[in-house]
């Protein structure tokens, strides 16, 4: 039993459209890794985590020139920075967090309750429904530029064709 209720489903429908988006993501990734040429990556890079995946196909556009593939380094490096936080959201639940008001002038204190995913791993992680639905739009918005990124840099690299 959850420790708290979501019955209007408003985090179910933000973590849904984040994990979603990272889904979309990891498609991809695993399709760029399997038409990059193989000398340029191990034969088990599909097989790793999506933050080497991620780290390998970085290496494998570094040295490259042409624009679409500088672009499509640009995607990579800033879906880096969501790992974290993917990993924060996909396997944490909702807690209340509570903090105490208190101006030193009056006989009362005010408890504050709030809503949030927290790191079970480091409590001080923390991310309020506000946050999480930006991060979902960032994430849907990152997904679909990586996509069409990586589909325009095996075009002008002539690789293999890409096919989302």
Not at 56 to 67: Q, S, V
Not at 76 to 84: E, H, N, S, T
Not at 90 to 108: C, F, K, P, V, Y
Not at 153 to 160: G, H, K
Request: proline share 4%.
């Amino acid at each position: 039993m959850a420790l708290y209720s979501d019955p209007d489903e408003v985090w179910a429908l933000a973590v849904g459209r984040f994990v979603v988006a990272f889904g979309d993501i990891e498609h991809t990734a695993i399709r760029c890794l399997e038409k990059i040429p193989r000398e340029a990556l191990p034969s088990d890079a599909a097989g790793i985590p999506l933050t080497r995946r991620l780290k390998r196909l970085r290496e494998a556009l570094i040295p490259l020139e042409e624009a679409s593939a500088c672009q499509l380094l640009h995607v990579v490096g800033a879906l880096q920075d969501f790992v974290v936080s993917r990993n924060l959201i996909a396997h944490n639940g909702i807690r209340l967090a509570g903090h105490i008001e208190d101006d030193g002038m009056s006989e009362t204190v005010t408890l504050r309750l709030r809503s949030m995913l927290i790191s079970a791993k480091d409590p001080a992680l923390r991310v309020t429904l506000d946050d999480l639905r930006r991060s979902a739009d960032d994430v849907e918005e990152l997904a679909w530029r990586f996509t069409t990124s990586a589909a325009a840099a095996f075009a002008e690299l002539s690789w293999v064709d890409y096919d989302p």
